[in-house]
């Protein structure tokens, strides 16, 4: 395999995680010049060389050496039981990799004890999954449209999903989580084994969890009186210490944070008790801690 000397070799999703890890990369600076059935997408930085894959083909290319760094679903990696460097967790596109079967064969809820067969694409995950349950199985491999098995070709299916909509529309209940997953940023080990690259995949990776890390947060600005400055700082949540600067006219101060989006509901009333005015709140497109 040809190997150019200082690119890093990217492999970006195709399919429904495209999407969002093109977003992703967009916020982080790194746009993809990418058209309809583009398999090699430009980036507007140097020293990348993308392509896109099927997530399970990445995993394998990572495996290879032939990528250096990639994005997949932590479902087809345990799948291919690759051992590969995970990189970050993006967060994106989570699923539950479930067990479900028609409501009408349950008993109590459970399978019934019986042998039954399991259809899947997931061969791996699914014959330990029937090993860990000590079950009387047969296995059928599927290749997509897994839900439409039951009850005529299969007993049992093991698929991921978002919200269970797919499966109930289909007749099936959940009766056992066998994973979660998301989309998360993988690297061979021999690409963090060298320095010139282990160096550039740092680099991307952080530009990346900026990203994530801005959108969790908002920057949040607010007044307050000198007396009292010090009962403030006590309750906001800063990543580290707020950013404190005195007003003109020694009218008080401007305090200034990066806070976690999820506690504005309760931050905001409880910094108007305190005597906090002109609340500003804006939203970071990157935060490097």
């Not at 019934?112 to 399991?118: A, C, D, G, M, T």
């Not at 098995?149 to 499966?167: H, K, M, Q, R, Y």
Request: charged share 25%; net charge negative.
């Amino acid at each position: 395999m040809e190997r150019k000397e200082g690119i890093l070799r990217l492999a970006l999703p195709k399919g429904r995680m495209q999407e969002g890890v093109l977003r992703l990369l967009s916020e982080a600076g790194l746009d993809m010049r990418t058209a309809e059935r583009d398999y090699r997408p430009s980036a507007v930085v140097d020293g990348l060389d993308v392509k896109v894959l099927k997530p399970q083909n990445i995993i394998e290319m990572l495996d290879i050496g032939s990528r250096d760094l990639g994005f997949a679903g932590a479902d087809w990696v345990a799948e291919l039981g690759i051992d590969l460097v995970e990189v970050m967790d993006t967060g994106l596109d989570p699923v539950r990799l479930v067990a479900a079967a028609p409501t009408s064969i349950l008993e109590d809820g459970k399978l019934p004890s019986r042998r039954l067969v399991v259809a899947s694409e997931y061969e791996g995950l699914t014959r330990r999954w029937i090993a860990a349950q000590g079950m009387d199985a047969e296995f059928v491999r599927s290749y997509g449209a897994t839900e439409v098995f039951p009850p005529e070709d299969a007993d049992c299916i093991v698929d991921n999903t978002a919200t269970g909509s797919t499966l109930r529309a289909n007749g099936l209940t959940i009766v056992d989580e066998v994973m979660r997953s998301t989309t998360r940023l993988y690297a061979n080990k021999h690409a963090m084994d060298d320095p010139a690259r282990r160096e550039r995949i740092e680099w991307f990776a952080m530009l990346c969890q900026s990203v994530l890390e801005a959108r969790s947060r908002v920057m949040l600005e607010v007044n307050i009186d000198a007396s009292r400055l010090e009962s403030l700082i006590e309750i906001l949540p800063a990543m580290k210490e707020p950013t404190v600067s005195r007003l003109m006219g020694d009218a008080g101060y401007a305090v200034k944070i990066a806070a976690p989006r999820s506690v504005l509901p309760n931050l905001i009333p409880a910094i108007r008790a305190c005597g906090g005015t002109g609340i500003i709140i804006t939203q970071p497109s990157q935060i490097v801690p």
